[in-house]
């Protein structure tokens, strides 16, 4: 059988090691003004956080609800979870099946740093139709995704070039690593004018992403009964529903669920 998307990013984010690439503590400038402006939505409510990686949001999150779960399906994630914030409870799982959770068991879903883009376009749909089924009426989905929109998505990797010879050579090989994956990835790619699933900086061109525009994103999410509220660029700017964003490689979504 020929290697999918689905098989790359899990050898990335199961891989021996990976939770070391996930160690920052702090929240993005998006992250830190979606969350303030939102803060009603979640604090001292019950909340899922998806895709957890190494606990970043957990820090700010966890102290301020009432509830909070994670779940994240690399089982190195999960043991670094459960080796520095034993407290917390996190679950071993997919978020194309969060079975684990009872209908309408949370006022909040998070899915931080593009990780529903981590998925093929059928199973982004699963994706959301699970988050949509485990938030409670009138919940909110608060998500970043990739943007399609973005002036640079379809390029190849680029040498960074330096006066410095000690980080041109860092550069030259990092950019070597990153051609042979790009090379690798190239049948793996998916290029619509709506959406496109594209190998990117994120550990050197390894893994495979999904990049929606805003527009079909809004239009997406409303299949699976949300609401968009406000969409934010990566300087955590509203934009207005068509905007496109071109300089902003993702965009932060909140949605509420009918
Ligand atoms: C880019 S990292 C983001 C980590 C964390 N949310 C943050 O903001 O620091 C993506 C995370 O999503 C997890 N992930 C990817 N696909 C997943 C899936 N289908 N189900 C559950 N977790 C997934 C990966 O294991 C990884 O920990």
Redesign the pocket.
Known sequence: MSTTGDDR?RQV?HARGVARH?Q?KTLTRVEAMALLKYHATFAQLDIL??????G??TIYLAPLARRYEA????PE?VATMQATMPAVSVHL????DLSCFPDGSFDFVLG????ID??NHEDRGRTLSEVARVLRRDGTFMFSSHNRDLFNALSAPRLELSRNPVTLLLNLLRWVRQVANHMRMTPLREVRPDYALLDDD?HDHALLHYYVRQDYERKQLQQFGFETIEVFDEAGRSLDPNERAPESPHLMYVERKH
């Open positions: 990013n984010y996930y920052q956080d998806l895709g957890v990686g190494a970043r949001t779940i994240d399906y690399s994630m799982g997919d978020m194309r931080a740093c593009n990780v981590a998925v994120g």
